[in-house]
C-alpha cells in the first residue's frame, strides 16, 4: 500500500488540476469543435459557447468574489492576545525556491500572506511555538524552510521555530501535526478559502486548533466601483479557481478521499 502512495497522490493531483475551469471548459469547447467538424452543428456550437460563456463569467469580479466569500467568511479574523497561544501552525503554499532571487520573492502570495501572520503572532504571542510545514514539491527548498528563514529574518528565535517539509498537502499536514500539538491551544493560520477544509482535516485527526485566517480574496470597495471593474480579468479567473478548487477538495473528502 505504501508503494502506491506516490501514485494516488499524482493521480489526485492531475484529477484536480484537469478539474479546474480553464482546462475542464477549454476540453470542453475543443471537443464542441470536433463534433463540429464532424457535422453535428448543435451539439458543437453548444459545447463551444457555453464554455466560452462560463470562462466570461467566472472571470468577471460578482461571480468570482460570490463564489469565494462563503468560504472566507466561515470564521472572523483572530485578534491576537485573546488568551495564551501555545503552537502557532502555517500552512504550506506554493513556492519557486530560486536561489538567485530575494528570499521574500521565492514565496507566492498565499505564502507571503500565511507566514507574514504567522510572524505577526509569534511576536504577539512570544511563548509560542512557530510550526511551519509544506513540501518542496519539485522545487530545491520546501515551504517549511523558506517559512523558517523568513521567520528567523523577521526576528523569531531559530529554537521557536518547528519545521516539517515532507507533508504534501493539508491532510499530510494536520496528519503531521495533530500529534504536536495534542493537549496544547494552537493556532491555525491559512488562506481564508483554505481554512474550512483545514480545520476538517485536523478535526478528522482528532485536534481542534484555533482559526487565524488570512489572504482574504473576496474584498469588496466601499466605494461606487467605475464599470470597467466588471470586464472580465485574468485575476478574477483566477479568484474563481481558488474556490472552485476548494470546494472540489470539499467534494473529495466527502468522496472519502483526504
Avoid at 8 to 15: D, G, R, T
Avoid at 51 to 58: E, K, R, S, Y
Avoid at 232 to 242: D, G, M, Q, T, V
Wanted: charged share 20%; hydrophobic share 50%.
Amino acid at each position: 500500500m505504501r508503494e502506491c502512495m506516490p501514485f494516488l497522490f499524482l493521480a489526485k493531483k492531475w484529477l484536480g488540476s484537469l478539474l479546474l475551469p480553464l482546462p475542464l471548459l477549454l476540453f470542453l469547447a475543443l471537443f464542441g469543435v470536433i463534433l463540429l467538424l464532424m457535422r453535428h452543428k448543435r451539439s458543437g456550437i453548444l459545447l463551444v459557447a457555453l464554455p466560452f460563456l462560463a470562462l466570461v463569467l467566472l472571470g468577471t469580479r460578482p461571480v468570482a468574489n460570490a463564489l469565494m466569500a462563503p468560504l472566507e467568511s466561515t470564521y472572523a479574523p483572530f485578534e491576537a492576545g485573546t488568551g495564551p497561544v501555545d503552537d502557532i501552525i502555517v500552512l504550506g503554499a506554493a513556492q519557486v525556491a530560486d536561489p538567485r532571487l530575494p528570499l521574500l520573492s521565492q514565496l507566492g502570495n498565499a505564502a507571503l500572506a500565511r507566514i507574514s501572520e504567522g510572524i505577526r503572532l509569534a511576536h504577539a504571542h512570544p511563548e509560542a511555538r512557530l510550526i511551519v510545514s509544506g513540501y518542496a514539491g519539485g522545487e530545491g527548498r520546501s515551504s517549511a524552510e523558506l517559512y523558517g528563514e523568513v521567520a528567523q529574518a523577521f526576528g523569531i528565535e531559530a529554537t521557536r521555530i518547528v519545521m516539517l517539509p515532507e507533508p504534501k498537502d493539508t491532510a499530510e499536514e494536520a496528519a503531521a501535526i495533530a500529534p504536536l500539538i495534542a493537549g496544547r491551544r494552537a493556532v491555525l493560520v491559512s488562506s481564508a478559502s483554505h481554512l474550512p477544509r483545514a480545520m476538517a482535516l485536523f478535526a478528522a485527526e482528532g485536534e481542534h486548533p484555533v482559526p487565524a485566517p488570512i489572504d482574504h480574496q473576496a474584498r469588496e470597495s466601499a466605494g461606487t466601483l467605475p464599470l470597467y471593474t466588471y470586464l472580465p480579468r485574468a485575476r478574477y479567473l483566477e479568484r474563481s479557481e481558488l474556490a472552485w478548487h476548494e470546494y472540489l477538495g470539499r467534494l473529495w473528502m466527502r468522496l472519502g478521499g483526504q
